[in-house]
């Protein structure tokens, strides 16, 4: 029964750094979402892809952050230059399906500190 | 932007007392979820509402939607030590993508 798989689950990184998060959804959900959530904040939505496509990247920071699904293994989510501000909570969630009111099931998410 | 206010955000009471969360935006989602989020675990979900005025129950917990898909309320009755979490709401906004807004959530103790 496994869900959706991220690693590391800690990871740390001095100022300038590269990080790399990676996700594997759940079996046959080819669906993948990122959020990221701050010290005492809720989850906010950053990148939805499918397999190969980027279907919506409006909560993306414009510079150092990208992410990938490709067509074989996990996605990943790639910060360039990471500083302190990018330290977080980064989840990574998937559904089945794309549509309307299809439950999306997170992983236990990865825990980023830049120092 | 759509977004979702959760209140309150911090409840603590005692074991075997009811409590209600409540989950409030001014827009219209197209399905709501309920998650538990426990320290240094992701989100787990609880349950989907999608239809206004839905009711559903799991355990001692029961879920409302509003009948005009704006808000949303968890009841716990005969709280436990073991319902202590965040809980936190989050909204499907439709269009066929499942781009979740989440509430800030509500932290809850509940004392033995």
């Known amino acids: 029964n496994a869900g959706v798989m991220q690693n590391p689950r800690h990871l740390v990184r001095r100022r300038g750094q590269e990080a790399r998060l990676r996700c594997s959804p759940m079996k046959g959900h080819s669906h993948v979402y990122w959020y990221r959530q701050l010290p005492e904040e809720g989850l906010k939505f950053m990148v939805y892809l499918q397999k190969e496509n980027i279907i919506d990247e409006s909560g993306m920071p414009k510079e150092r952050f990208s992410a990938e699904f490709p067509k074989e293994g996990p996605s990943i989510l790639r910060i360039q230059q990471v500083v302190r501000g990018d330290s977080a909570a980064y989840f990574c969630?998937?559904?089945?399906?794309?549509?309307?009111?299809?439950?999306?099931?997170f992983g236990q998410g990865t825990r980023l500190t830049v120092v | 932007t759509q977004l979702l206010e959760q209140s309150p955000q911090f409840l603590s009471i005692q074991e075997g007392e009811n409590l209600t969360v409540y989950c409030n935006s001014s827009s219209v989602f197209s399905s709501l979820q309920w998650y538990r989020q426990e320290p240094g675990e992701g989100p787990v979900l609880l349950v989907t509402v999608v239809t206004g005025g839905e009711v559903k129950k799991l355990k001692r917990l029961t879920f409302q939607f509003g009948d005009a898909r704006k808000d949303s309320s968890l009841h716990i009755t005969a709280a436990q030590p073991g319902d202590t979490g965040l809980y936190l709401c989050?909204?499907?906004?439709?269009?066929?993508?499942?781009?979740?807004?989440f509430g800030q959530g509500t932290r809850l103790t509940i004392n033995p």
């Open positions: 989050a909204g499907a906004p439709g269009g066929g993508a499942q781009k979740l807004v």
């Open positions: 969630a998937s559904s089945r399906t794309g549509n309307e009111n299809t439950e999306a099931f």
